[in-house]
């Protein structure tokens, strides 16, 4: 059995910013002042370049690397600091090798950072991606190798993915083929606008030269790289009010994570990859602390092996991290911990390492340790 081990956890930004925004609504009908803005300084994305560096992306378009120094014991510190070149919110974060990582920017390019030291704390700019902007900000984003090269897949707020081609003699890239993945039959528009959603928030990579995704429109792709061929489509669930918010992958196993609408939805769903680019659903549950609540988001989702234990980890709306294993092809919770102040907090695990990151209203680390007394299970909430 395994058990999460914390190494540290560093203050935040979202906490003072969660406070002040109590304060200022409380005291706002006793003193003079007329609230003009506010900056949303959440984390929306935390990513591990290597086992020893992860970068943290915000809403207000800062990207903050830190790195946990060798004793494990010890605070991560940060080593680089800066801000996107559009001065927009950071979706996505991918590293491309151990070295070079992407970052979305405005809705017609992607930022490229190189850094030249191996705690990453000299990063220089790289020749920026530019794209149509019919495309829209890049969501999501991975990196698979076929027929002997590599290629970097980015995912799209207007459903599409753009496949870039990497030339490693100069380390540039090259659009190579652009796929429209939206659904035919996409979950309905929710909000006052109607607007329809087609981000595609989540890629992962399966296999050689194969992909899989998550949008917002509520379906699973399966898609071959380079050339773009939708090898097979699912809705995740037949009944989604909500669409997807993100996946994660280990071997054969897919784990997603949405928001659940209603008393009869869920939140988190298992399926299987099998042959045929089949995608076959296991099981689903719902986590929720507050079984009153109608609406519970499921924000992130991360797998971690831990031989011979397939473990999941999911950060929900509550400002809870739920931890769970994987058995018998079912979800089982273990338990979960309060990390932010009832917002969704960004997770990453390092598999290396086995280091779990969690930016929630602080910046947790916690490892996973094996060989100790089983935790009590929570009841499933099928």
Not at 258 to 285: F, M, Q, S
Request: proline share 5%.
């Amino acid at each position: 059995m395994t058990k999460l081990r914390v190494l540290s956890a560093l203050p935040s930004s979202e906490a003072a910013t969660n406070k002040a925004t109590v304060i200022s609504d409380q005291i706002s009908v006793k003193l003079p002042l007329r609230r003009l803005k506010k900056v949303l300084t959440m984390a929306q994305e935390a990513k591990w370049l290597d086992k020893r560096s992860f970068a943290i992306g915000r809403w207000d378009g800062s990207l903050n690397i830190f790195h946990v120094p060798s004793g494990a014991e010890h605070d991560p510190v940060i080593s680089s600091a800066f801000v996107s070149p559009c001065w927009g919110g950071l979706e996505m974060i991918t590293p491309v090798t151990d070295y070079i990582f992407a970052t979305s920017n405005d809705d017609s390019s992607i930022a490229i950072w190189k850094s030249l030291t191996p705690i990453h704390n000299k990063i220089i700019p790289q020749p920026t991606l530019f794209y149509n902007a019919s495309y829209g900000v890049a969501n999501s984003g991975t990196v698979v190798k076929a027929k002997g090269e590599t290629f970097f897949v980015s995912g799209h707020k207007e459903g599409y993915l753009l496949i870039w081609s990497m030339d490693k003699r100069d380390e540039t890239f090259s659009l190579y083929s652009i796929v429209n993945i939206r659904s035919n039959n996409p979950v309905p528009p929710i909000g006052a606008d109607q607007r329809q959603l087609w981000n595609v928030r989540s890629i992962v990579t399966w296999k050689e030269g194969v992909v899989v995704t998550g949008s917002e429109d509520g379906d699973i792709c399966v898609v071959s790289v380079p050339d773009g061929t939708v090898l097979s489509r699912k809705r995740y669930n037949p009944s989604a009010k909500r669409g997807i918010n993100y996946l994660d992958l280990h071997k054969n196993y897919l784990l997603l994570a949405n928001c659940a609408a209603g008393e009869d939805d869920k939140n988190t769903w298992l399926y299987r990859l099998g042959n045929g680019n089949k995608v076959t659903l296991l099981h689903a549950i719902n986590l929720k602390v507050n079984e009153d609540l109608e609406q519970v988001f499921n924000f992130r989702v991360e797998l971690a092996f831990d031989d011979p234990f397939l473990y999941f980890f999911a950060a929900t709306g509550e400002g809870v991290l739920w931890m769970g294993k994987i058995e018998n092809n079912k979800l089982h919770p273990i338990d979960n911990i309060k990390v932010s102040m009832n917002q969704g907090a960004a997770l990453s695990y390092q598999s290396e390492s086995k280091i779990l990151a969690v930016v929630g209203d602080n910046i947790n680390l916690w490892r996973l340790e094996s060989n100790f007394a089983p935790l009590k299970e929570a009841e499933p909430r099928e």
